[in-house]
């Protein structure tokens, strides 16, 4: 059993940075790959991007590929995303995931509550 709970989310302008952060507890956080996904209002919840147990692989979705980079520390029990150049179509409540390596949201048990991003044109 892990918790997480995500933060850093809010309001920025288009073209701007973000960073979320995941915090955990529980279960050991090596255990699992973490990812990031997202939900926008009348979407499907969606990957962003995932990282292996030791930092070592990431995997990312098209959309976001170049953009946004996915880190962990390992020693905090925290997971980042950092976000840059930021378009409208990022909007979204964000959330963090702790289960298997992919993009399948199946694949992740554990979930946060997630953040709200909000992305003005």
């Known amino acids: 059993q892990v918790q997480l709970v995500e933060s850093g989310g809010g309001l920025v302008q288009a073209g701007g940075s973000l960073r979320l952060s995941c915090a955990a507890s529980?279960?050991?956080?090596?255990?699992?790959?973490l990812g990031w996904f997202r939900q926008a209002p009348g979407k499907e919840r969606e990957f962003v991007a995932t990282i292996t147990r030791s930092g070592g692989r990431t995997l990312y979705a098209t959309s976001v590929k170049g953009r946004f980079t996915v880190s962990r520390d390992n020693a905090k029990n925290t997971l980042y995303l950092q976000m840059s150049m930021l378009k409208p179509e990022d909007t979204a409540v964000y959330y963090c995931?702790?289960?298997?390596?992919?993009?399948?949201?199946?694949?992740?048990?554990?979930w946060g509550q997630g953040t709200q991003v909000t992305i003005s044109s």
């Open positions: 529980g279960r050991t956080f090596t255990t699992y790959t």
């Open positions: 995931a702790a289960g298997n390596y992919g993009s399948n949201s199946q694949n992740y048990p554990y």
